[in-house]
T-cell receptor
Framework: GNSVTQMEGPVTLSEEAFLTINCTYT??????LFWYVQYPGEGLQLLLKATKADDKGSNKGFEATYRKETTSFHLEKGSVQVSDSAVYFC????????????FGKGTSLLVTP | KAGVTQTPRYLIKTRGQQVTLSCSPISGHRSVSWYQQTPGQGLQFLFE???????NKGNFPGRFSGRQFSNSRSEMNVSTLELGDSALYLC??????????????FGNGTRLTVT
């Protein structure tokens, strides 16, 4: 089935540093790609999504581009804040059904002042 | 608007017992999905219900089952508990359209510990 691999954490950055969290996928067909975020004490929530090749998803200063040629969907932010400290999950639609998502194992990000 | 509510928040059970977890979706959402989260395997899809029908099922044994009621509330049942079933069980609701058009809204989960 479709799957994603994302970089291991934890990632520790200073405030205002540039962030990249790598995510690559293996899929049949044309899955949709997502980044979900889990802030401390909260449930997972959708951060951004892209539904076809070359689409760029963006939200709260985060961006990710659906790259079919490299099967990647890396998450980037130009200047992180302490409030961005969270666990980030890359996900894609399951090959058999568009109703299920397959998630990566998550990358923990800690931003220090 | 109230979010996804999962009860109970914590459960401790003994091997061999069974357990039922409950999920109340966001009002108006007709789809409920269940995921198991563990440190080793991450988030794994269990099953998804829409209008009381199971539309999709993940690769879990038959000990894991679920159902959805006419008010869209859902329950998940695990029978003959094993130590490896210890996990955070997450429920997510959505409008029920194809995933790319219908984002998942997650609850805070039920932490199940099997001893």
């Amino acid at each position: 089935g479709n799957s994603v691999t994302q970089m291991e954490g934890p990632v520790t950055l200073s405030e205002e540093a540039f962030l990249t969290i790598n995510c690559t996928y293996t899929a049949t067909g044309y899955p949709s790609l997502f980044w979900y975020v889990q802030y401390p004490g909260e449930g997972l929530q959708l951060l951004l999504k892209a539904t076809k090749a070359d689409d760029k998803g963006s939200n709260k200063g985060f961006e990710a581009t659906y790259r079919k040629e490299t099967t990647s969907f890396h998450l980037e932010k130009g200047s992180v804040q302490v409030s961005d400290s969270a666990v980030y999950f890359c996900a894609l639609t399951d090959g058999d059904s568009g109703y299920a998502l397959n998630f990566g194992k998550g990358t923990s990000l800690l931003v220090t002042p | 608007k109230a979010g996804v509510t999962q009860t109970p928040r914590y459960l401790i059970k003994t091997r061999g017992q069974q357990v039922t977890l409950s999920c109340s979706p966001i009002s108006g959402h007709r789809s409920v999905s269940w995921y198991q989260q563990t440190p080793g395997q991450g988030l794994q899809f269990l099953f998804e219900y829409f209008s009381e029908t199971q539309r999709n099922k993940g690769n879990f044994p038959g000990r894991f089952s679920g159902r959805q009621f006419s008010n869209s509330r859902s329950e998940m049942n695990v029978s003959t508990l094993e130590l490896g079933d210890s996990a955070l069980y997450l429920c997510a609701s959505s409008l029920g359209l194809e995933s790319h058009a219908s984002p998942l809204h997650f609850g805070n989960g039920t932490r199940l510990t099997v001893t």
